[in-house]
């Protein structure tokens, strides 16, 4: 599925069991060094923190050198942000077709006793 995370157009297709699991630690690393970030006493070293996450998590998905090209060469929370909560919103998005699908699949070709 094609993607556009600040204007930069990725193929991101959570159905591929390999993509899903960069994705999935990769997420699990985010979520952990923001919450860490919260407990910093500095914003800016926060802020570094966060950015430098998401831009790993969209290099390991995309390829070296994606992330500063979604994100920005600066360290800027809120471009980085809004491609994160993109990116988040189309895995959901693709989990739940998913779902539906198997279970459509599963209904229509189950074997009857």
């Known amino acids: 599925m094609k993607l556009k995370l600040n204007q930069v157009e990725v193929e991101f297709n959570l159905y591929n069991a390999n993509t ?4 999935e630690k990769g997420n ?3 979520m952990e060094v923001s919450e860490e970030a919260m ?3 500095s914003l800016a070293e926060a802020i570094r923190k966060e950015y430098t996450a998401i831009v ?3 290099d390991a ?3 070296e050198g994606k992330g500063t090209e ?3 060469t600066e360290p800027d929370l809120n471009p980085c942000l809004d491609a994160y909560e993109t990116l988040i919103g189309c895995a ?3 989990q739940e077709n998913m779902k539906k699908r198997s279970s459509r699949a599963n209904r229509k070709y189950a074997v009857k006793k």
């Open 61 to 63: 998905l995309f390829g």
């Open 92 to 94: 959901f998005q693709q």
């Open 28 to 30: 699990r690393e985010v």
């Open 70 to 72: 979604i994100c920005g």
């Open 20 to 23: 899903a699991e960069i994705y």
């Open 39 to 41: 407990k910093c006493d």
């Open 56 to 58: 790993g998590l969209f």
